[in-house]
């Protein structure tokens, strides 16, 4: 079996993750609160549909945004050499991905507004059958790691 990759992305990852958590936790809230008001003011549930949301909601409160960042952080590592880009990542099941320059069509750089404001951005490799991301580098590496590997790409496509 390979070594992990040696570079890791952004510490401020977690922070950015945790916020996307934060904000996509008002659903399961709105939810709860639908199930609480339709028991109360319709009598139109059970009474343990609302509690069991409850219980889960209040979970996914403290395991989404506290632990789940972390742990993903841990685990994604990349590395870049001449011949190839290899990934991992993964929390419970480890996903090692490589992905040879010759394959790759085009390198992208994205940037939402919670990566914006953390300064990270993410790096999308396009090959003919599937996209890969690098989640969460600070800008200037992204824009580096994005130049360094199309001009890895057309150096392996040129030698062909």
Do not use: C
């Amino acid at each position: 079996m390979r070594q992990p990759p040696k570079q890791r992305i952004a510490k401020d990852a977690i922070k950015a993750w945790r916020l996307t958590a934060l904000i996509l936790l008002i659903i399961p809230i709105a939810l709860t609160g639908a199930s609480w008001y339709l028991m109360y003011t319709f009598n139109f549930l059970v009474f343990w549909i609302p509690i069991v949301l409850s219980i889960i909601t209040l979970l996914d409160l403290i395991i989404t945004p506290f632990f789940i960042p972390k742990w993903r952080w841990r685990r994604w590592r990349y590395e870049v050499v001449d011949e190839e880009i290899y990934i991992q990542h993964g929390i419970l099941i480890v996903t090692q991905t490589l992905i040879p320059m010759i394959r790759i069509q085009h390198v992208d750089t994205k940037q939402g507004p919670i990566l914006s404001k953390y300064k990270l951005a993410t790096l999308t490799i396009t090959t003919a059958a599937t996209t890969h991301e690098i989640p969460a580098l600070p800008e200037n590496e992204a824009t580096e790691l994005r130049d360094l590997i199309s001009e890895l790409a057309r150096v392996e496509q040129d030698d062909v």
